[in-house]
């Protein structure tokens, strides 16, 4: 039996997840939490129960709060494998991930069959980083990019919002979506620049691809 942690702070792709994973008869949840607190209460009362750890990358906090709980997991509870989930390939998350021993990484469009290939692989003490993975950090590593993402931190809105303007979508356009006003847009949009030390949008997506924050579609 395979005892699973699921933590997700987007509660109907996690219980959607938990429901279909337990219809296996070798799987068993033994709890879905929305954030780190309670991930790591969950942990400290059922640490000798739980076996893999599902953790999505963007928790309430930020971009990489799921990868800091995740490396917390394997130095505190080393017994305990972890996977990964993101919506998106993030370069330099992967290659920090591989070095630190996680078990595994998946995207959150991947199907059940795989999923459950890469459960059951990862709790046996293997590894599983799917072609797609690999390939995005092989790339990252031979483009020569810093492998330290974490001395950029965005905040989820801010996150929300590189990904709008990569889209193409003015600061009035992306207010609108979010129903805040431009000027607090802008506010932010002026954060994000700074946080990346550039001064044109243009730069900011190069920048941002180039450090594993965006991914470009193939």
């Known amino acids: ?3 699973i942690l699921i933590v997700d702070d987007h ?12 219809e296996e008869e070798d799987i068993h ?5 929305a954030d780190e607190v309670i991930a790591e209460q969950i942990l400290e009362k ?3 129960n739980i076996d893999v750890a599902l953790l999505d990358i963007r928790l309430s906090q930020g971009e990489a709060e799921g990868l800091e709980l995740a490396e917390h997991i394997r130095k505190n509870f080393p017994q305990i494998k972890v996977i990964m989930l993101s919506m998106h390939l993030h370069g330099a998350y992967i290659h920090r991930m591989f070095n630190s021993g996680i078990g595994g990484y998946l995207l959150k469009n991947t199907g059940i069959d795989e999923v459950l290939y890469a459960i059951r692989c990862v709790a046996a003490g293997k ?24 001395k950029i931190h965005l905040t989820p809105t801010e996150s929300y919002i590189l990904e709008q303007l990569a ?8 207010s609108q979506k979010m129903g805040n006003k431009e000027s607090t847009v802008e506010v932010h949009r002026r ?13 900011l997506i190069k920048e941002a691809i ?9």
């Open 11 to 22: 509660t109907v792709f996690a219980e959607s997840i938990a429901h279909r994973l337990a």
């Open 127 to 150: 590894r599983y980083y799917s072609q797609e993975i690999m390939s995005t950090m092989d790339e990252f590593i031979l483009s020569g990019a810093p492998v330290n993402p974490q």
């Open 191 to 203: 954060n994000i620049l700074a946080k990346f030390g550039v001064n044109k949008v243009a730069k």
């Open 1 to 3: 039996m395979i005892r």
């Open 46 to 48: 059922e640490v000798s």
């Open 210 to 218: 180039r450090l594993g924050f965006l991914s470009i579609e193939k």
């Open 29 to 33: 949840i033994m709890g879905l939490a």
């Open 167 to 174: 889209e193409g979508l003015s600061s009035r356009e992306i």
